[in-house]
């Protein structure tokens, strides 16, 4: 096989998108000729674009096809743009319906669209699953053995340090981000540590006072808090935490584009957050990181890399993946500041 045309397909969410990273580094690395063509919701695109291995991206605006007139409207362009190139292979790494729909559009050989093990809501039936050795295993090896499956050899380390994450972050990023850092009267030269204050699931996400003494920690070592995140509720949980604290936090949530983000972190004594997608982007800038997880499951999407650190929170329950506690628990507020900021000294040691 030497593909020259391969389609990736995968849509969202942003730690998924950058877990899926490494695909498009393997499959270049051995055929560096091919043409990836890669399909992303808008607010992964910016991830995909910092991919130096990939060469296309089409923008898929689900938000646009939820209705009959947005269908009608915009089914006729999507279609057109999947179908500019017939591809060798197409990999559906979302595997569900509206990767499926997309799968589906495409032209390709019988039996050229593959997926991941754990494909569902009919997207098995338009691309096949591949069972490979790692069905059990992180998604991001999950992912890996689509590759493998297509005979390439790539490398197996089980701390994840063989896994490549093709991002690029220019010079123009890390002048941006300085500038976002100087609006908010501080100096990215100066040592700081990143926190991501938010999260999708209401538990994933750390108490705010935990973040706020976590922070103060930070400042009696000389150690700048920085708090990231994007949309309406983190900036909501970031003004609260400056509140509590005593000194007020470097506050950029909001504020910095994903290069810009790519770029603060590449920059930071270290980062600290949960299971979100912007904790996932930093460890594979190998930034050193602390993750904190609770409801979601570490071997699963846990930190994966030398430089990711985790922290579970200390209930029995934790693994349960519920994005609501039924027992009405603050699944997070049981890692206190104090054993956060043990666990990250290891880490700036």
Not at 69 to 91: E, F
Not at 121 to 134: A, F, L, N
Not at 239 to 244: E, G, P, R
Not at 264 to 290: K, R, Y
Request: hydrophobic residues 45%; neutral net charge.
């Amino acid at each position: 096989m030497n593909p020259k045309n391969i389609l990736i397909i995968k849509l969202s969410s942003i730690g998924d998108v950058v877990h899926a990273l490494p695909v498009s580094y393997e499959l270049k690395n051995k055929w560096p000729e091919c043409h990836i063509t890669w399909v992303v919701e808008p607010v992964s695109r910016d991830i995909v674009a910092m991919d130096p291995c990939v060469d296309d991206i089409i923008v898929f605006e689900k938000q646009a096809f939820r209705s009959l007139g947005g269908i009608l409207k915009n089914y006729g362009p999507l279609k057109r743009a999947i179908r500019q190139r017939r591809y060798d292979l197409v990999l559906d790494l979302q595997g569900l319906f509206k990767s499926a729909a997309i799968a589906w559009l495409a032209e390709a050989p019988n039996g050229c669209k593959l997926g991941p093990v754990d494909m569902r809501e009919g997207s098995q039936h338009i691309s096949r699953p591949v069972i490979g050795p790692h069905a059990q295993a992180h998604v991001i090896e999950r992912y890996l053995d689509v590759v493998r499956s297509l005979g390439v050899d790539v490398p197996d380390a089980p701390d994840g340090s063989a896994v490549h994450f093709p991002l690029a972050v220019k010079a123009e990023h890390v002048a941006g981000a300085a500038a976002r850092f100087r609006q908010a009267g501080a100096d990215m030269k100066n040592p700081y540590v990143t926190i991501a204050v938010g999260a999708n699931w209401p538990t994933k996400r750390w108490p705010e006072e935990n973040m706020a003494a976590f922070a103060d920690i930070l400042y009696d070592h000389e150690l700048i808090p920085v708090l990231v995140g994007g949309g309406p509720v983190d900036e909501g949980r970031a003004t609260k935490v400056a509140s509590l604290m005593d000194i007020p936090p470097v506050d950029l949530v909001g504020k910095l584009s994903f290069p810009e983000l790519a770029a603060t972190f590449q920059h930071a004594s270290a980062v600290i957050g949960p299971d979100t997608g912007i904790c996932h982007l930093a460890i594979a800038l190998s930034a050193p990181t602390l993750m904190l997880m609770g409801p979601t499951i570490p071997e699963r999407t846990g930190p994966y890399g030398p430089t990711g650190r985790l922290l579970l929170a200390g209930r029995p329950c934790v693994r349960c993946f519920e994005r609501a506690c039924p027992k009405n628990l603050d699944c997070l507020g049981a890692i206190s500041a104090e054993e956060a900021w043990g666990e990250l000294e290891k880490i700036l040691r």
